[in-house]
Every structure is written in structure tokens, then in C-alpha cells.
């Protein structure tokens, strides 16, 4: 549906609304991409309901090099990026270099790789020294 005709019948169903807008690039932009609470779910006191719109295509971004860094470092430069990260623990393959305890080994997408803002980017981490 589209945000403007949502919207409307929201407000003359006694509703608040709060509408936002989210890069999606499978959208036609103004569509309602997502709407809290869900459909028939209960209403707040304060009757409000909020509605994530398409907002056009998302920016593309370039993905950083976190190769060697800890995972809190790697999350961080993804996070500044515009992505998000997800940290696996797992031992890196033999042989591995004891000195490389709690650091990144792998990364999903290369650095360097042009991503839409917003993807998620799974970065792999020896264990930290025990």
C-alpha cells in the first residue's frame, strides 16, 4: 500500500502516526515497507502507529578492510561505513598463527567491494587467548 494512503486511513481511524523512510531498492518509493505495531496487534495509550516507507534505491558504499582487526575494531569501521557487521567465533584454519587470538580472518564481502548501504557483512574471528 502506499504510505500516503495508509497514512490517511490511520488518522481517520483516531491513529498517530509517525512515518519514516528507509532506502529500499525493491520498492516502488512511499511504499509501506513495514508498519509497528502489526496489523490487528494491540495499540499503545498513546495510539500510535508507525510506518517505515521505500524511500528510493540505497547509497552504495565501499566495504572496509577489517582483515587482522579485533572484532570490536572491525564492527566499528562496518558500523561507519553504513553496514553491519555479524561476529562468528571460529578457530582459523591450520596453520594459524597463535598471535592472531581475537582477531578477524575472514570477512563475507572483500574490501573494496561496492555494497548497498545496510548489508550485512559476517566477519570471522579466532577465538580470544584462553
Request: charged share 25%; proline share 11%.
Amino acid at each position: 500500500m502506499r504510505g500516503d494512503e495508509a497514512a490517511t486511513l490511520l488518522t481517520d481511524a483516531g491513529y498517530a502516526v509517525v512515518v519514516e523512510e528507509r532506502p529500499d531498492g525493491d520498492y516502488p518509493p512511499g511504499t509501506v515497507l513495514e508498519q509497528s505495531p502489526e496489523p490487528r496487534a494491540p495499540v499503545g495509550a498513546d495510539g500510535e502507529v508507525r510506518l517505515v516507507l521505500a524511500g528510493g534505491e540505497p547509497d552504495t558504499v565501499a566495504v572496509p578492510a577489517v582483515l587482522g582487526l579485533r572484532a570490536d575494531e572491525a564492527t566499528f569501521w562496518l558500523e561507519a561505513s553504513g553496514l553491519h557487521a555479524v561476529i562468528v567465533v571460529e578457530a582459523e584454519p591450520p596453520p594459524g598463527d597463535p598471535s592472531r587470538h581475537g582477531r578477524v580472518w575472514k570477512q563475507s564481502t572483500a574490501a573494496g567491494a561496492a555494497v548497498d548501504e545496510g548489508s550485512t557483512v559476517k566477519v570471522t574471528v579466532n577465538p580470544p587467548k584462553a
